[in-house]
């Protein structure tokens, strides 16, 4: 059975920074396309990163370029969003993802692409 775990979510101020871990078990991810989307409430899930099975290419939504940096081990079956700088608009539940094998800007930024889903780490930003 596979299985994503998020954690590292908590309350922080702005400015602030959170590490967000994301746990796979189950199976090996390390072929596949890994991503972090979030949702706030009233709103539909985005996406935020996303980065290929080497790690050695990236991808952000405009909004956190130059503060979130995705990163993964797949020696461990982790993967990783460091956020910094936080905002109040970066408060949502932040999910992590499994994708394709191959990294398409167009195709990674599409959560209907992803097979494997989290149960979600909420994060929230105080101003």
């Known amino acids: 059975q596979v299985q994503l775990v998020e954690s590292g979510g908590r309350l922080v101020q702005a400015g602030g920074s959170l590490r967000l871990s994301c746990a796979a078990s189950?199976?090996?991810?390390?072929?596949?396309?890994m991503g972090w989307f979030r949702q706030a409430p009233g709103k539909e899930r985005e996406f935020v990163a996303a980065l290929n099975w080497s790690g050695d290419i990236t991808y952000y939504t405009d909004s956190v370029k130059g503060r979130f940096t995705i990163s993964r081990d797949n020696t461990k079956n982790m993967v990783y969003l460091q956020m910094n700088s936080l905002k109040p608009e970066d408060t949502a539940v932040y999910y992590c993802?499994?994708?394709?094998?191959?990294?398409?800007?167009?195709?990674?930024?599409?959560?209907?692409?992803?097979?494997?889903w989290g149960q979600g780490t909420q994060v929230t930003v105080s101003s």
């Open positions: 993802a499994v994708g394709p094998r191959l990294f398409d800007r167009s195709t990674v930024v599409d959560p209907n692409k992803y097979d494997y």
């Open positions: 189950g199976r090996t991810f390390s072929r596949s396309v």
